[in-house]
């Protein structure tokens, strides 16, 4: 199982708001790094950490993939990057994130990338929907576990 997170907080010039750009986005990553199998419902979020930002369009998706972690990730780079996604400082608002969140049942703490990612089990904007591809059940196991 490959599950990538998905988020938005700032509209694309072209395609829209932060909702209309992850579905966008979610056709790039079908057609770019991997077959896209389940898609969590969205969920509307505050910026993380607090902020005076707008709020986030969050979900998760399970894809298939022969891509390998490192290839991966720079796929999804690549499509933030096409949606207008400028690196600057962290936490900072922006058009699209991707995230790589688990890899199978790869256990990588050095990376690039690492996995699953360090950050996941932290963040209720990745846990609720990736509950909703797991399982609510199973995914407190995976937390429990980290």
């Known amino acids: 199982m490959i599950l990538i997170g998905l988020g938005s907080n700032l509209p694309h010039p072209q395609i829209g708001p ?34 005076d930002q707008p709020w986030y369009q969050n979900a998760v998706c399970e894809i298939e993939s022969a891509l390998q972690p490192a290839d991966l990730l720079a796929g999804l780079h690549e499509i933030e990057a096409a949606f207008g996604r400028v690196r600057s400082v962290r936490n900072a608002a922006r058009i699209l994130d991707l995230d790589l969140l688990i890899y199978h049942d790869r256990i990588d703490p050095i990376g690039p990338p690492i996995l699953p990612h360090p950050r996941m089990f932290e963040r209720d904007f990745v846990m609720e929907p990736l509950g909703w591809i797991l399982g609510a059940e199973a995914a407190r196991r995976l937390a429990d576990s980290d």
């Open 18 to 51: 932060p909702e209309t750009v992850l579905r966008v986005a979610i056709k790039e990553i079908h057609a770019k790094v991997g077959a896209v199998q389940r898609i969590s419902p969205f969920l509307s979020t505050e910026p993380v950490p607090k902020s």
